[in-house]
């Protein structure tokens, strides 16, 4: 992945202020061009001319950054949104939860962009101050695990970087569902908590100084149980992580349609900002993609 631009949505709505400002930010933090596209979807109140407006907010991020900064001279939909950030290294915007009833199926805007993006997706929620300081990233200990520990630290260059690991609680309901005794649903569970902390650790490890965090804040994990979407967002509430890094596989349709993935609840759930990052995406980023 060859992280050079940023593309920025916004339909005119608080939300997508803040989206654009924490743009800026990164871009401003890696060097990188920001673009603007306008989302003609949704209900909100639009000026007279969109594009026009966009144009005048690219030049004040511009001037305030010292940044890049371009807006895209047409309004767009949210395909031709996605569309264009396949030309981008990252997408970012605010938690948009306007629904189409011509399109109810696939979900919210911000469903269909976490599902339809073939780029990190950046979820912006909270007012951006400054840069990231606390990183919440949210591993499942498969060996994936270790690109995305990676390009979230380099991606945010954080003080604290810290993994989460939730422990999904339904197999307690499968060894109730066929009588197993209470002493060996217990045994189970610290079997659990005990692979999940030896298999963190060895991610840390294989890890080495490669990180992009300072040394001086070791890398820290936790190891939760439930939902790995609602434990995580938890975690991130209760650790005031103002960044949570989750990976995404790509699902089907269905699957999205019936419960969503982990990412897409995730980013509907967190108090504070979301960067969803294919792991296609993750495993060939390079130190000299993210910070040059």
Known sequence: MHFDSILALSDFSP????????????A???????????????????????????????RQLARRH?????????????DAVLAEAGAS???????????????FHRGTTLDQAVHGSVCPLL??????????????????????????????????APHVLKLFHAIDTIEDS????????????????????????????????????AH?????????????????????????LSTQAELVVVGKRPTSALAQFFTGSVAQRLAKWAAGDVLIAPFNQTSVATAANIAR
Request: glycine share 6%; net charge positive; proline share 5%.
């Open 15 to 26: 939300p997508s202020a803040h989206a654009l400002e924490r743009a800026a930010l990164l």
């Open 28 to 58: 401003e933090q890696h060097q990188l061009t920001l673009r603007l596209i306008h989302l003609d979807e949704g209900p909100n109140t639009v000026p007279v001319d969109p594009v026009a407006r966009l144009g005048q907010r690219a």
């Open 66 to 78: 010292e940044i890049d900064v371009h807006a895209i001279e047409r309004s767009a939909s949210l």
């Open 89 to 103: 290294s990252l997408l970012v915007m605010g938690p948009l939860s306007q629904r189409s009833w011509k399109r």
């Open 123 to 156: 979820v912006v929620r909270q007012e951006p101050l400054k840069p990231y300081e606390r990183v919440l990233v949210a591993v499942d200990l498969s060996t994936r695990s270790r690109s995305l520990i990676d390009f979230a630290g380099r991606f945010a």
């Open 174 to 209: 499968k060894l109730r569902s066929v009588n197993t005794s209470a002493d060996a649903i217990q045994a189970h569970r610290l079997g659990s908590r005990q692979h999940a902390r030896d298999r963190l650790a060895q991610l840390i490890g294989a890890l080495g100084t």
């Open 212 to 236: 992009a965090v300072s040394q001086a804040s070791p890398l820290a994990f936790e190891v939760g149980n439930g939902d790995p979407a609602y434990s995580t967002a938890l975690h991130q």
